[in-house]
């Protein structure tokens, strides 16, 4: 099959080897190329100004792109034009792909106080995060092309260390009421979107999180155990609480019924592997 994954970064490139290693002949599309493995095929290219008249023919595009920075600015431009310039240079090809996935995210969720969503809770973001990718997926609802909507919770893995150095250096959470979080690993986030192309008919949404719903209280506990299981000294809990999250609960029902399962079934098993391989003098 030929694929091209449009802002292909990190969780883009990881599909993508991912995808070669099936078989598939991939296309890496991104500002910087150079930056690609060798493996995938590199279109360097700015999807939000540069000409894409002469993409390539392929059966199936991915888009994963993500914001350099948090500002309304930096998510337009990934979420919202880059997506739109890219359907607009395939709609009225008679060559245009059969299916198209776009990856956003559970922010779109407005719930919080441990509520449960899946794909059909109603969707009302109050920040412009949230509205942004909501936007974007609404891109993909209108295209011309059919597409699928993946919402991944909060990505974790190599290189993505933000909550490691949170609790290491003293991060405290609630436990009264409890803060609920949900995540994914990297590489299991990269294996769902390679798994929905043996999917027949997929459907129009998925949420994708590890299915196992935690605490910030029991992950960050855990993870001070676990640091110093491995002779790292995690610094004393602050006083003053981390500032609060969304706490939702996020269910996987429809991303299961795929047949798919995460490699990293709960951030016990994620972060573990993460911890081993971590030290504070190297970040």
């Not at 002949?25 to 930056?35: F, P, Q, S, T, Y």
């Not at 974790?156 to 150095?165: A, C, F, Q, W």
Request: net charge positive; glycine share 10%.
């Amino acid at each position: 099959m030929r694929i091209l994954i449009a802002g292909c970064g990190d969780l883009g490139t990881r599909l993508g080897s991912m995808l070669v290693s099936l078989g598939h002949e991939v296309w890496g599309l991104r500002r910087n190329a150079e930056r690609l493995p060798s493996d995938l095929r590199p279109i360097g290219r700015d999807l939000t100004r540069d000409d894409l008249g002469d993409l390539p023919v392929v059966d199936v595009l991915y888009y994963t792109a993500s914001a350099g920075e948090r500002t309304p600015e930096a998510y337009r431009r990934a979420y919202v034009t880059g997506i739109q310039r890219l359907v607009a240079a395939y709609a009225h090809r008679s060559d245009r792909p059969r299916h198209l996935f776009y990856t956003s995210s559970t922010g779109v969720f407005h719930q919080s106080g441990g509520a449960w969503v899946d794909e059909d809770s109603p969707c009302e973001p109050t920040g412009f995060s949230g509205r942004t990718l909501l936007e974007g997926e609404e891109v993909i609802a209108g295209a011309s092309i059919p597409g699928t909507v993946v919402r991944l919770s909060g990505i974790y893995g190599p290189g993505r260390h933000h909550l490691i150095r949170a609790v290491f250096g003293g991060a405290s959470y609630p436990s009264d009421p409890p803060l609920f979080s949900n995540r994914i690993h990297v590489d299991d986030g990269a294996a769902f979107l390679a798994h929905l192309l043996t999917v027949n008919h997929p459907a129009s949404r998925y949420l994708c999180s590890d299915g196992e719903p935690a605490t910030m209280d029991e992950v960050a506990n855990w993870m001070r155990a676990k640091m110093r299981t491995l002779g790292l000294s995690p610094r004393s809990e602050s006083e003053n609480p981390a500032p609060g999250r969304a706490n939702r609960r996020v269910r996987t029902d429809r991303m299961r019924a795929t047949g798919f399962r995460p490699r990293f079934a709960n951030y016990r098993e994620g972060y573990a592997a993460l911890l081993t391989q971590w030290r504070p003098d190297r970040e």
